[in-house]
Every structure is written in C-alpha cells, then in structure tokens.
C-alpha cells in the first residue's frame, strides 16, 4: 500500500509495494502507457513539446487530487477511452491520508507514476478520460461483510481542464457497462457522491 499521511515525500515508502504488487508487471503497465503517450504525441506539430505539457497536466491533477481529497483510506484511479478499449491503472492507488496535506513531491516511479501516465495519455490523446475516487473513513475496516463502503467521486479530464462529476453522473459511469451501456448489479455498500474543484497546486516561489 502507498501511504500518505501528513507531508509526502519522494522517500522508499512511497515506491515500496506491499500488497503483492510484482514491480515487473507495474514496469512494464508504465512503459506500455508511455508508448501510447508517445504514439499520440507523433500527431502534434512538437511531439517532445506535448509530452512534456501532458506530464506537467498530470503532476497538476495528482498534486491537486491528493490536496483536495482530505482525511481517509482512499483509493484512486483513472480510465481514459483508447481506440482499443478503456485503459486503467492495473489496480487502483491507495493512499491513507490522516491530515491536511500541506505540500506533495512525486516519486519517479510506482503506482504513482502509473496514474500520473494515465493522466498524461488523457491529455495528449485529447480523450475525455474519468478519475474514480473510493474514499472511506481511516480506521473504518474493510467492507467484506455488510460494512459500509466507499464513497464514490469523480472528475472528468477533458482538454486540459478537470471538471468535478455530480453523485448522479459518477453513479451512471459506474454502473453501466462501459462498451454495451447496459446496467451493473449495484453494491448497496457504495454511495456516489458530488465532487468539488480541485485545490489548485501553488506553482514555484
């Protein structure tokens, strides 16, 4: 598990993976998104100049998700709509965050790495992609067996621009399915619940 409480740092226990994660498979998920940053970054006049605006996005919202999401076990992740298909993270980001964030630094690699790609895909792709955060109070135990789940948000990634999703439209992201349209059986445990605007990451003194 990733763990944030307090202030992030670009430190070992960041990037260690402790639920049986394999580092190879989150290597190769990583290199695979880059390569499709890249593929769609060739369309552009400047395909260096697009990668590089792309991850500046990315590290904007992962910086703004983590300042605006608060106290909670959370669990975070990010589908962007390819011509193959969605793509998302191999398994959803979880952060503990005990208190107010006052600043964050990304690590260079890791399952935060792997959102942040995702999220860079999203903009150079130019593709309306979805960030799905679970969030539940810390010392609330895992729902296995009638214990309250998650609170579902979401945010809409679109032309450089991160829009909150109201409870009403994260509840039909989720429960439909994704190329038919038609309807997922429901988690009475899970309730959707509107976004608010991410906190707006301070730039450089």
């Given amino acids: 598990m990733s763990t944030i409480s307090n202030l992030p740092h670009q430190h070992t226990a960041l990037l260690r993976r402790t639920d049986g994660t ?7 998920r990583v290199d695979d998104l880059d390569a499709l940053i890249w593929a769609a970054a060739r369309t552009t006049d400047d395909p260096q100049l697009a990668v590089v605006r792309a991850r500046e996005y990315a590290e904007s919202v992962f910086i703004g ?22 793509v998302t993270a191999g398994e959803d980001l979880r952060m503990d965050i005990a208190t107010e964030v006052p600043a964050v630094s990304l690590p260079a690699s890791g399952a935060e790495r792997e959102l ?15 960030v799905i955060l679970r969030s539940r109070p810390l010392l609330e135990p895992d729902a296995t067996d009638g214990t309250p789940g998650y609170a579902v948000r979401g945010w809409r990634l ?9 409870a009403a439209g994260m509840f039909a992201f989720c429960c439909s399915e994704a190329s038919s349209g038609e309807p997922l ?4 445990n899970t309730r959707y ?9 301070p730039g450089p003194d």
Wanted: charged share 15%.
């Fill in 158 to 166: 679109s032309g450089g621009a991160t829009t909150p999703i109201d």
């Fill in 116 to 130: 942040c790609e995702l999220f860079a895909l999203a903009h150079v792709s130019g593709a309306d992609a979805t």
């Fill in 22 to 28: 394999d580092f190879a498979d989150l290597t190769e």
């Fill in 185 to 188: 059986p429901l988690d009475p």
């Fill in 65 to 86: 998700l983590v300042l605006t999401i608060g106290t909670g076990a959370h669990r975070l992740n990010c589908s962007v709509p390819t011509a193959a298909g969605p």
């Fill in 193 to 201: 619940k509107d976004a608010r605007a991410l906190v707006t990451p």
